[in-house]
DNA sequence: GTCTATATAGTGATAGAC
DNA sequence: GTCTATCACTATATAGAC
């Protein structure tokens, strides 16, 4: 399973070097910044070198994608089943290190491989929060679907991660006041005070 | 005021051709599509013709986000004052049309130009809809900011475009579902059957 | 207004030496 | 596992003929 995709080991050190290149590339300058050349520039290798880890720039930002996800999940998980799901959603889609995936969203509109894999992630991830809420659910809780309380949750918080990035800030704050408020008559008026890291 | 960005008359067909050939490349391929050889083959002309009448591909992506803006603008208008504005928010932003604005979104977060343009536009757009809602405020709506309520009912909207657009589906139904049913309740139960066109 | 021809630089990817 | 050298191709952009 190891032998026509890619060359070395999995653990190889340049090759953890290179996929962490490859993330602060992206997440600095955007994922078009990232090519053989320049990724070989920033981790001191040759240009060769990355061709040899990663037969093709798609099998980089796969490896990349995959580490990544089967990371986050784990640590989606944990917030899901410490505090009340929807809340802990809120904050996890507002953390500014999800920009990576604001990233790859756009990355996966110009190559279909990645395109292919992250959704399939989106669609995973997505499934585990709204079971996470189904399965706390309380008599706090709305009666609306859990479904679309993740989806509209999860949105407006990455959309108001993608307009910041873009120096779009109107309406923001009244938008996160507005979000807040309805998670605390939610979950009763715990503290809400967000802390992202 | 025509003289050094851009040479040939604003209402030259052939100009107008390559702002149509440009935004059907956008929608069809992604913005990554759009070069300079391409769109030139697209539009059965030259390669030089374009950087003519474009002296760069920014000037080409500013003026097809410049007609659309305008053109747009009118429309949100429009539907704004003919019926609840919410709910012309709703309609118009689940438009599969806008799928435009998302590739220029995109496209933002690598050229500084079409950055700051395409924020502009999008604060300008924002403010109007604020306005709107808060012109019409009727008994019925409830007691938020309106600009929240701009932001969540737009930003619902453009992801679940963004995301159908990637093949994730998952929530959407529910979403969509509870979204109309409380612009049905904040506006009464008039039709909300919506028909995009 | 439209073209050909070209300059300069970049790209992903490969072969093969070490 | 890492390198140099190179292939074939694309990019934006310019100069100047018609």
Known sequence: MTADRRRGSESSPTRQLLLDETERLMLEEGYAAVGVRRLAREAGVAPALVLYYFKTLDD???????????????RQQRLLD??????ALWELSRDPGLALITEFMALANHREAVRVAFAADAERYRKAQVEAIMRKAESGLPDVSPAALVVATTGIARILGMESALGITG?????VALIEDLLKRFYGSSSLAVDHD
């Open 82 to 87: 410490s505090k009340p799901p929807l809340q």
């Open 171 to 175: 309406g923001h704050e009244e938008t």
């Open 60 to 74: 980089l930002f796969l490896a990349v994608l995959k580490r990544r996800a089967d990371g986050e999940f784990e």
